[in-house]
Nanobody
């Protein structure tokens, strides 16, 4: 049984930083395509960053240069380091992993538009950015 357990998140002032973690059991991240998505109140879920089993990384334009996705294979944990946060980053953040060798963030977004609950999802963690 696959389980993704998220930690991190919280409240921070604009310009601040947070790191989200997603620990997996029952599945190995480095054999799959994984990503972080977020959903703000009243808005559609959107992709933030993805990393596939080849190590290729892709980001949404609105986080390039501010967020970093990474994988610790020894800990089987996915991370999202977020810097220079702004109020528009306020959302519930989710990690997700799907079968497959290679996929970009755009590819994964396309998959989830067709099958929203495809793959294995973390429980979500709230990130709030306000002054």
């Amino acid at each position: 049984q696959v389980e993704l357990v998220q930690s991190g998140g919280g409240s921070v002032r604009p310009g601040g930083s947070l790191t989200l973690s997603c620990a997996a059991s029952g599945v190995t991240f480095n054999s799959r395509c994984s990503a972080w998505f977020r959903q703000a109140p009243g808005k559609q879920r959107e992709g933030v960053a993805a990393i596939d089993s080849t190590g290729s990384i892709s980001y949404a334009d609105f986080v390039k240069g501010r967020f970093t996705i990474s994988l610790d294979n020894a800990k089987n944990t996915l991370y999202l380091e977020m810097n220079n946060l702004n109020p528009e980053d306020t959302a519930m953040y989710y990690c997700v992993t799907i079968p497959g060798r290679a996929a970009t963030l755009a590819t994964m977004e396309g998959i989830f538009r067709g099958v929203p609950n495809f793959g294995d999802w973390g429980q979500g963690t709230q990130v709030t950015v306000s002054s």
